[in-house]
């Protein structure tokens, strides 16, 4: 057991029955009451948001996670299925845990997950990725001017909105957090 004050950004515990991942954390000490941990932390099964004070000096569950750097292979159903880079043996983890990131991976990509003992509890897809447009409307010179944007689809199916002077066939940059163009790649 650990107590409140070996917490920080990005610890899992144990809350309520279920796993949460601590996204803010802040020490506060209001006047003359006794000092206490502000933390604001997401269910990991449920993704919502909880929000709890803890005493200074309180006991709670810290979770130990391991990270391993996996290979991504192919998708099948709800899962997407992982190779260890060490082991080979093949790790279904469910799509969710990706959040709309699973829409930009491409055979052969690096995905970070989390395991606690045997099961997957959070995966995370490359923060940017380089995908090639399968489809868009044609670009036309000049259209640089402003800043509208039309769909493009890329190479996994995934759609993205591009600027007008994209084409068919150029590979751009993809931040999977967002989902959103990031630039051309020359």
Known sequence: MANSGDLSVGSVIRFDGGLCKIEEY????????????????RNLKSGKIVENRFRVGESVELVRIEYKQMQFIFVEG??????????FEQVYVP??????????????????ISFEGDEPILA?????????????????????????????????GAVVRVP?????????????RTGVYAERVK
Not at 78 to 87: A, G, L, Q, R, S
Not at 164 to 174: P, S
């Open 78 to 87: 709800d899962f997407v299925v992982c190779m260890d880079n060490e082991t």
């Open 124 to 156: 995370e897809a490359p923060v940017f990725v380089e995908l090639l447009i399968t489809y868009t409307e044609p670009g036309e010179k000049g259209n640089t001017a402003t800043n509208t944007l039309k769909e493009a689809t890329l190479e996994t």
């Open 95 to 112: 799509a969710e845990l990706f959040g709309d990131g699973h829409k930009f991976l491409k055979e052969g990509m690096e995905v970070k």
């Open 26 to 41: 802040i020490h506060r000490t209001p006047g003359n009451l006794r000092a206490f941990y502000q933390a604001r932390m």
């Open 164 to 176: 007008l002077f994209i084409n068919e066939g150029e590979k751009i940059k993809v931040d999977t």
